[in-house]
């Protein structure tokens, strides 16, 4: 049965959580910066941003841009990779209702890549992290390119054109 309420709480509270301040992405001239995830959380727990729990959705998490509407087939987590998702998604209505209507939706994605990754390696925390992976190879290169991206970032420089550039051409060779 789906529970609204309860996703809806779910993403307020990965988007509340402090891991959301290290996230700072500059890519071809757009920056995503915590405010702005702080922001889509605002709007979320308001309603200005609906929330649907969608239990048979095959797709984990989504945000749609054309309904500004959130989409789990989860209602509550545990899993991190789960919560960083809600963050690649929050990332996704940040540009959104930034208006970056010029941002190519490949750049769109290697933000919202970066951006789960950064969340998963601060909340994993000093030692053996363990990165994002997938069974499909051209998805895993995808997740391999972010994470580097976001260690860069988490070690407090930025990314390398080429080091974007890579990700956003990764991103093109599997289906977002």
Same mark, same amino acid.
């Given at each position: /049965?789906? %529970?609204? !309420?309860?996703?809806? @709480?779910?993403?307020? +509270?990965? *988007?509340?959580?402090?891991?959301?301040?290290?996230?700072?992405?500059? $890519?071809?001239?757009?920056?995503?910066?915590?405010? /702005?995830? #702080?922001?889509?959380?605002?709007?979320?727990?308001?309603?200005?941003?609906?929330? =649907?729990?969608?239990?048979?959705? !095959?797709?984990?998490?989504?945000?749609?841009?054309?309904?500004?509407?959130?989409?789990? %087939?989860?209602?509550?987590?545990?899993?991190?990779?789960?919560?960083?998702?809600?963050?690649? =998604? +929050?990332?996704?209505?940040?540009?959104?209702?930034?208006?970056?209507?010029?941002?190519?939706?490949?750049? !769109?994605?290697?933000?919202?890549?970066?951006?789960?990754?950064?969340? $998963? *390696?601060?909340?994993?925390?000093?030692?053996?992290? =363990?990165? $994002? @992976?997938? !069974?499909?190879?051209? #998805?895993?290169?995808?997740?391999?390119?972010?994470?580097?991206? +976001?260690?860069?970032?988490?070690?407090?420089?930025?990314?390398?054109?080429?080091?974007?550039?890579?990700?956003?051409?990764?991103?093109?060779?599997?289906?977002?």
């Amino acid at each position: /049965m789906p %529970n609204h !309420s309860a996703a809806r @709480s779910t993403i307020v +509270a990965v *988007l509340t959580d402090t891991a959301i301040n290290r996230i700072r992405i500059h $890519l071809r001239g757009v920056t995503i910066t915590p405010s /702005m995830i #702080r922001e889509i959380r605002d709007m979320v727990r308001s309603g200005q941003i609906a929330v =649907e729990h969608a239990p048979g959705q !095959s797709t984990p998490a989504i945000y749609n841009s054309t309904e500004d509407k959130f989409y789990m %087939n989860f209602s509550r987590t545990g899993r991190q990779t789960q919560r960083a998702l809600i963050v690649h =998604e +929050a990332i996704h209505a940040a540009c959104d209702k930034a208006h970056f209507d010029h941002m190519l939706i490949n750049t !769109s994605e290697a933000a919202a890549y970066i951006g789960q990754c950064i969340y $998963l *390696l601060v909340k994993q925390g000093i030692g053996d992290r =363990e990165r $994002l @992976s997938h !069974s499909d190879p051209n #998805r895993d290169r995808v997740f391999e390119q972010a994470w580097g991206c +976001a260690e860069t970032i988490v070690g407090g420089q930025q990314p390398s054109h080429e080091q974007i550039e890579t990700l956003r051409s990764r991103i093109m060779q599997h289906p977002y």
